[in-house]
């Protein structure tokens, strides 16, 4: 099975429950295997995403803003 890593950065989140729910979203989509969030609280946070397939970039900024946060960039 061949595996993706996408990394996206992200603003505004601040805790742990921002992270949660961002973790929520983004697993929610089709392919997502693992979410690995490098919190830095209060500035742009570094989200990494293993998946099975490529995730297209508007299904991670949908799924971040459903989480009440930004995409500010991604390399997907």
């Given at each position: 099975?061949?595996h993706?890593?996408?990394?996206?950065?992200?603003?505004?989140?601040?805790?742990g429950h921002?992270?949660?729910?961002?973790?929520?979203?983004l697993?929610a989509?089709?392919g997502v295997?693992t979410?690995s969030?490098?919190?830095?609280?209060g500035g742009?946070?570094?989200?990494?995403i293993?998946s099975?397939?490529?995730?297209k970039?508007e299904?991670i900024?949908?799924?971040?803003?459903?989480?009440g946060?930004?995409?500010i960039?991604?390399?997907?």
């Open positions: 099975m061949t993706f890593t996408t990394t996206v950065h992200v603003d505004g989140m601040t805790c921002c992270v949660a729910s961002v973790t929520e979203e697993e989509l089709e295997e979410v969030v490098e919190l830095n609280a742009t946070s570094q989200v990494m293993a099975s397939r490529k995730l970039h299904a900024s949908e799924a971040v803003a459903e989480a946060y930004l995409v960039d991604n390399n997907a």
